[in-house]
């Protein structure tokens, strides 16, 4: 059940309010990354102190936080939370990997020298960083370091495009599968499994690999298996952990679209593989929506057909063309919300926000305030 419908959530407001944990997700170019500073943005003016991470290199939200560039570690933003006496606090990261995957040998190996021997492995270096699906596990850690050991009232996550969003909540129990599986075991202990069975059944599928991928490689992943050893039980752990903070009720999911009808498709989609997992939408917002414009003298109501009726009644005078143009913005309005119809009904009762399209880029503080102004007037939701 959703959790906005559990506990009589009804607002944008409410629900970044009652949370802990914000996840942004949605389809690529939607502007997830802008909706993430702006909410702890908004969390921070009103005295919450807030960190929002970023998966991908954004450099104009660097620009509009104030910052010369986003790293591995919370960078404090300067704003009208610094005042003395107002508690909120503002900071904001990007997702370094490799940094992040580091971070964790050092945590769970036995001592100094295992962490050592981990990280200068020519294999781990490869895939700590290219390994298809680490990026999106060292996010949900990274989310788990600051939500649960960083002192924090808000983390907001900005995640990866929609279908590697998925990757990221799917992540810490691959990883847990992975290092339960009977493969796994057997390259953990390469004197009793690993080289006895290439020994006995395997050393022309090894020797066929070494020729694609060099000996070399071969050699590099058992060192890095067998200095392994004993670190598995933490990683595990850790994941199960994760895994349960995803879904624990402090943590909303916040799914961001606009209004075009393959983002919303795919914003359709994401609902219904996050109601797989167990997981609901706890609000929607909708970007750079087309404001459905009114007749200033309160001489048409309806919609679109009646305003143009009203055009073609002045035909011949200087407001005709005025009420067609206002007829077709009309038009457009009706046809998003129409596209939208669907996907609000599938994430009832979860607010959705409408984010009119804006006539400037944002590129500073004040204009991420005034999207906040937007998102969280509640008005619209």
Known sequence: MNRSDAAGVTTFSEVVGSSH??????????GKTTMAAVI??????EGRRTVVVTIDPARRLADALGLAELTNEPAPI??????????????????????????LVQRYAADSEQAERILANTFYENISGALSGTQEYMASEKLYELAVEGDYDLVVVDTPPTRNALDFIDAPQRLAHFLDHRLYKVFMAPTRGFVKA??????????????VVGAEVIGDAIAFFGAFEGMESGFQ??????????????????????????TVAEADYFATELAGHGIGVRALVVNRMQPAFAATD???AGGAAAIRARAASLEGTALADHYTALADARQLAE???????GLAEKVAPAPVVRVPVQAVEVTDLEHLDALGEIMFGDAGN
Do not use: Y
């Open 21 to 30: 944990v914000v996840v942004c997700c949605g389809s690529g170019g939607v």
């Open 40 to 45: 702890a943005l908004r969390a921070a003016a």
């Open 78 to 103: 300067s704003g009208p939370w610094d005042e003395p006496g107002h508690g909120g606090e503002m900071s904001a990261m990007m997702l370094d990997t490799k940094a992040t995957f580091d971070g």
């Open 198 to 211: 290439v020994n006995v059944a395997a050393q022309a599928l090894t020797r066929s690999i070494a020729k």
């Open 237 to 262: 752990e850790r994941a199960s952990h994760v895994h349960q903070l995803l879904r624990r009720s402090d943590t909303a999911f916040v799914l961001v679209a606009s209004p075009k009808s393959d």
């Open 298 to 300: 309160g001489t048409v």
């Open 335 to 341: 046809g998003e919300e129409g596209h939208l119809s």
